[in-house]
Every structure is written in C-alpha cells, then in structure tokens.
C-alpha cells in the first residue's frame, strides 16, 4: 500500500527542521511523518529571518518549505548568478546547462561543477540537506527546476488541504518530471468535475481536466458548527469539492492549472483566476506581495503590490528627489516587469493588470491580510485597499479603458 512516507522518504538519521507555523496542515504531517521514522526535528529561534544561520546550525537533511520562500530563495540565488562576469559567468552557465539536462534523468550531482559552484548554494541550508519538498500552494516549474540544480537534490512537491488531513498526492524523488503533484495517496480517490462556465470539461482533450473533488476516510466530516460551509464543501454523492482545477495525465498523476474558487468575472463576461496571476508575478524582482482584484463592472484587473525593498532603495539612489511609490515610472517599470512573466506564461490580456499600486506594508496575520497559514484574505484585502482600487479604476476609466 502507498502512504505518504512512501513519497516522503524520511530515514531514521535524518534531521528535518520545524519553521513552518503549526496551524499549517503541511507542518503537522511532517512532524507526524519524521515522528514515525524516528528522525529528529529540529526547531528554529523563532526568526524567520535567522532561518539561514540556523539551517547551517543544525545542518538538516530534508527542508520543508512553501512557494513564498522558495522564490524568495530562487530571486536571490538568480541575482547573484546574473551579476557573474567573465570565466565565473562561463562556469555559472556551463554547470547550470550541464546540470539542468542531467536532471531530465533524475541526477542532481556533479562532482567537478557542485565543488566549483553548487556547494556553495548548499551551504546556504547547511550543506547536508539530501530531499526537499514544497506544498501549500503552486510554485513555477523554473524555480523548481533551478533549485534543485543549485540544491544538488530532488524538490517533492506534495498537494493536498486541512480538509483532507493533509497530504493528497505527492510527487517521487526517483520522477524527474515536474509541472504535476504526482497520484493520490493510500485509500483516497479522485476525480474531476466539471466547470463548463471556465470551460473545463472532463472529456477534454488530450487530458481531462476538471475541478479536483476526492472522496476517502482521510476526508473531514464537516467545519465545527457552519453546516452551511459544510453543506457548501460536498456534492450529493459525498464528494469532497477542494475548489482547485486539475488536469489528469495517462499516469494518473494530477497537475493544479487554475482555481474553481475565488475566482472573479470582468464586464466581457470572462473568468479570472487571481491566485494564479500572484503566483506568476510573485517571480518578479520587484514584487514580494501582491493582491489582483477585479469588479464585475469594469473590463480590466488592478493590482496592490508589495515592493521589494532592494529595488525601492535601487530606484531611489538613481533618483533621490522622487517619492518612489508614487512615481509614474516607477510603477511603469514594475507593471511592464510584471506583465512580461504574464506574457512569458502565456496569460490573456485580460489576465494582465492595467495599473499597480503600491502597499507599504507588508501582508500579514498581524494585519489581519493573511490567514495564520500565509493564505490572503480577499474581503479584508479588499476592504483596507478599497480607496486604492477605486483611485485606479478611476484614472482608468478617464484613459478610456
């Protein structure tokens, strides 16, 4: 039978450490899961900006993480790479082309290109970490596929909800393949159903595609005292609907393309898909946050950014005598940035915001934006940057857009 320490292979000798926050789903798997091997875990100083001295203090084998760090980690790492110049630029490349096609076979080592550059990227999480993995939200193939050439080991990528216990599906260490979140686990079905209004059908071909629904003793019975939500979270037969749009390929393993939930309708009649904009312009140098919003009323999406501190204080050297988060060029610069990844991932121009403006302040569970599991709270976000929104439209509409 396959569980999912059969995708997660944790060894008694390893050593996992513990960041994540606990009402996360995915930190209570792995605690039970490294528990059960007789691994040892061991838990950070309680700065999420200290996690690096720590990893390198207790040198861990296996790194957890999610999307929001790894692309923090992929921007820094890609930075460094980019400043390169002459022989080390060369080298950079070489190992990262040579790495990169043995890696279509499952090899993440390099003997000659590891000692001359990777293992200096190792270091960074202490130099002995063997397996990663990464759950609670969609991560870009680049940056998987990057990280696990600079990390010298396989990136898991692990899907599932709290309403399922946790883990769902998983991917394998031995699959070089990335881009899907591998098959259901032990005694857990799935299927998919329709959602004509975004035109996800399951007799789509070549694969089917449709919302992710599953149906097993893993699955919770309801939400404490909302029979309403619980009502909401089920179809007649007992299927559990998760609000995410899947594609099954012939193998049975499942790719996440797009969300049934949270999704809204611009004035053209068109579906928009928020969480999968902020996934892709997240891969930004100038983004660190952001929040996409659309009103049924208008024909075009807006966009609240977080800047990323390095290119505000950037920008600000080359022109010190302007109020960065209010200059017109700037917000040029970060939208045109913005919209060339949307581009590049092959978005609708629909799918592309008109205008940004910036936050400054950062998301938070302190202010209430994020969830205590870093997920954004869309009425709140909503609510506290009304008065943004309502200012883009309107120059928006003065445009004649």
């Known amino acids: 039978m396959i569980t999912l320490r059969d995708y997660i292979p944790f060894e008694a000798d390893d050593i996992c450490i513990s960041y994540l926050p606990y009402p996360h789903s995915f930190e209570q798997a792995l605690t039970c899961l490294t528990c059960m091997a007789g691994s040892r875990i061991g838990y950070y100083q309680g700065n999420a900006l200290k996690l690096t001295e720590d990893c390198q203090t207790l040198k861990p084998t296996f790194f957890p993480s999610v999307p929001r760090l790894y692309n923090k980690i992929y921007g820094t790492i890609k930075a460094k790479f980019d400043e390169a110049t002459g022989c080390k630029k060369w080298l950079i490349n070489s190992g990262l082309a040579s790495k990169t096609a043995n890696a279509a076979n499952a090899v993440y080592t390099s003997g000659c290109y590891d000692m001359l550059v990777f293992n200096k990227i190792r270091a960074i999480l202490g130099g002995q970490v063997r397996n990663m993995v990464t759950a609670s939200a969609p991560i870009d193939l680049e940056v998987l596929d990057f990280l696990k050439v600079c990390f010298c080991c396989p990136i898991l990528e692990a899907y599932g909800l709290t309403e399922v216990s946790g883990g769902a599906t998983a991917t394998k260490a031995i699959d070089p393949n990335t881009g899907h979140v591998g098959g259901p686990i032990q005694r857990l079905r799935i299927r998919l159903r329709d959602v004509p209004e975004m035109n996800y059908l399951s007799t789509d071909k070549p694969y089917p595609r449709g919302e992710v629904c599953m149906k097993g003793p893993t699955i919770f019975s309801g939400y404490f005292l909302r029979p309403d939500k619980t009502a909401e979270a089920f179809d007649k037969d007992g ?48 983004v660190e946050q952001s929040f996409v919003y659309g009103d049924s009323l208008k024909n075009c999406c807006v966009i609240i950014v977080v800047p990323a501190q390095a290119e505000v204080n ?3 050297a080359a022109h010190p005598d302007v109020d960065v988060l209010n200059s017109a060029d700037f917000k040029k610069l970060v939208l045109d940035d913005m919209n060339r990844l949307l581009t590049e991932h092959h978005c609708t121009s629909l799918e592309k915001p008109k205008a940004v403006t910036f936050s400054t302040e950062a998301f938070s569970v302190d202010n209430d934006i994020l969830t205590p599991t870093f997920k954004l709270k869309r009425n709140i976000a909503k609510q506290i940057f009304k008065e943004q929104i309502d200012a883009m439209y309107a120059v928006l509409t003065a445009q004649g857009l």
């Open 239 to 286: 299927w559990f609907l998760t609000g995410d749009v899947g594609m099954i390929y012939p193998n049975g393993t499942l790719k996440i393309i797009d969300r049934s939930k949270n999704i809204f309708k611009l004035s053209q009649g068109e579906y928009i898909a928020p969480e999968k904009i902020e996934n892709i312009v997240v891969l930004s140098s100038y």
């Open 314 to 316: 950037k920008f600000k």
